[in-house]
Nanobody, 124 residues
Framework: QVQLVESGGGLVQPGGSLRLSCLAS????????IGWFRQPPGKEREAVSC????????YYADSVKGRFTFSKNNAKNTVYLQMNSLKPGDTGVYYC?????????????????WGQGTQVTVSS
């Protein structure tokens, strides 16, 4: 069964850190372009980062640049999103997604596989 499962969300105070994980089964993550997305409460889902399959380059949204870092462990077929200096505006449901296209730029509906999401709440 092809699926992605996120974990690692939770409640954290402003300035804190979380590391999200995204475990793939049924396919090899390293062969896919990986996107992290989030959906803030009452808003549309937005892109957070994209790591292209062709060369592993990662692009970040301006709002998270310098605070969030993508990484992966091919042996575990898992990717991660390290989130530091978290702000209340980072609150939302975070999703990972995989796209067979080797470059970033696909629209969200073009991604092949989506996880179920994990809630991140940044609040004091």
């Amino acid at each position: 069964q092809v699926q992605l499962v996120e974990s690692g969300g939770g409640l954290v105070q402003p300035g804190g850190s979380l590391r999200l994980s995204c475990l793939a089964s049924g396919f090899t993550l390293d062969d896919y372009t990986i996107g992290w997305f989030r959906q803030p409460p009452g808003k549309e889902r937005e892109a957070v980062s994209c790591t292209r399959a062709s060369d592993g380059t990662t692009y970040y949204a301006d709002s998270v640049k310098g605070r969030f870092t993508f990484s992966k462990n091919n042996a575990k077929n898992t990717v991660y999103l390290q989130m530091n200096s978290l702000k209340p505006g980072d609150t939302g449901v975070y999703y990972c997604a995989a796209d067979h296209f080797p470059a970033c730029g696909s629209l969200q509906h073009e991604y092949d596989v989506w996880g179920q999401g994990t809630q991140v709440t940044v609040s004091s």
